[in-house]
């Protein structure tokens, strides 16, 4: 569909994003605090860079319609989560089939919980200078993925019939 949001430069917060498609890139300045309302946000024609502040929505799904990524850098904390029920159900992030090999880096992290399927197997997930991940239903899939300088704790989850499982798969 047609861009519904133009970001550009922010640089004051705190701010509320909605659902839709947005196109042509941004820059997020400062800690800022970034809060999402439950939905689908389209990212086209161009890489959002998060430079610090908190990330926060419950029941987000972001799609990468092309080579556009978010690049997480200088200490920012992310707490997001899939939708529980709906079309994109358990989906964080996730990609348009078919697209060029592309980095996707989460740089220095202020800690992120991060809870739902990150499904982008056109990418090489690039974690450093301490960089970390945590969630309870969290799920990745990537082209590769290279961990710098980062200190990652895997534990198992319990699944419904009692077993607790880890798995790591190349």
């Known amino acids: 569909g047609n861009c519904d949001h133009r970001l550009g430069a922010v640089d004051r917060g705190p701010l509320r994003l909605q659902p839709g498609v947005y196109c042509g890139g941004a ?10 309302e439950p939905g689908l946000y389209v990212i086209r024609g161009g890489d959002w860079n998060v430079n610090g502040g908190v990330w926060s929505g419950e029941g987000v799904t972001f799609y990468f319609e092309d080579s556009s990524r978010i690049q997480f850098n200088s200490g920012i904390r992310a707490e997001l989560s899939a939708p529980a029920s709906g079309q994109y159900r358990n989906l964080l992030f996730f990609e348009k089939p078919g697209l060029a090999r592309s980095a996707f880096i989460f740089n220095d992290s202020g800690g992120n919980r991060l ?10 997930m690039i974690y450093n200078s301490g960089s970390d991940t945590t969630g309870d239903r969290l799920a990745m899939v990537f082209n590769s993925l290279i961990i710098n300088q980062a200190t990652w704790t895997l534990g198992p989850v319990e699944t419904a019939g009692g077993y607790r499982r880890l798995r790591l798969v190349r």
């Open 115 to 124: 809870d739902g399927i990150m499904y982008l197997p056109s990418r090489d």
């Open 27 to 36: 820059n997020f300045n400062g800690a800022l605090n970034i809060t999402f």
